[in-house]
């Protein structure tokens, strides 16, 4: 049974930086292509940032050139790099596989809030 536990989250005002971490249990993150979501309150989950099995990376329009998404294949994480943080960035992060479909839960998220 696959587990994303994320952690990171916090309090943080405009400008400032945090870094998340997701921790997979179960056998899905060696092959599969990684991915942060995010979920403001009121809005749909949108992707915020990918990363493939071999380290390729992209991100959506909004955090490119403020977020880096990182794998650790060892460890079995999947890190993002949050830097120069706006309140427009304040949601719950998720992590899960970039192709989600239903067969893949949903870890608890990790609270992000960026105050102005």
């Known amino acids: 049974q696959v587990q994303l536990v994320e952690s990171g989250g916090g309090l943080v005002q405009a400008g400032g930086s945090l870094r998340l971490s997701c921790v997979v249990s179960g056998s899905i993150f060696r092959t599969n292509d990684m991915a942060w979501y995010r979920q403001a309150r009121g809005k749909q989950r949108e992707l915020v940032a990918a990363i493939t099995s071999g380290g390729t990376t992209n991100y959506a329009d909004s955090v490119k050139g403020r977020f880096t998404i990182a794998r650790d294949n060892g460890k079995k994480t999947v890190y993002l790099q949050m830097n120069s943080l706006k309140p427009e960035d304040t949601a719950v992060y998720y992590c899960?596989?970039?192709?989600?479909?239903?067969?893949?839960?949903w870890g608890q998220g990790t609270q992000v809030t960026v105050s102005s």
């Open positions: 899960n596989v970039r192709y989600w479909t239903p067969n893949y839960a």
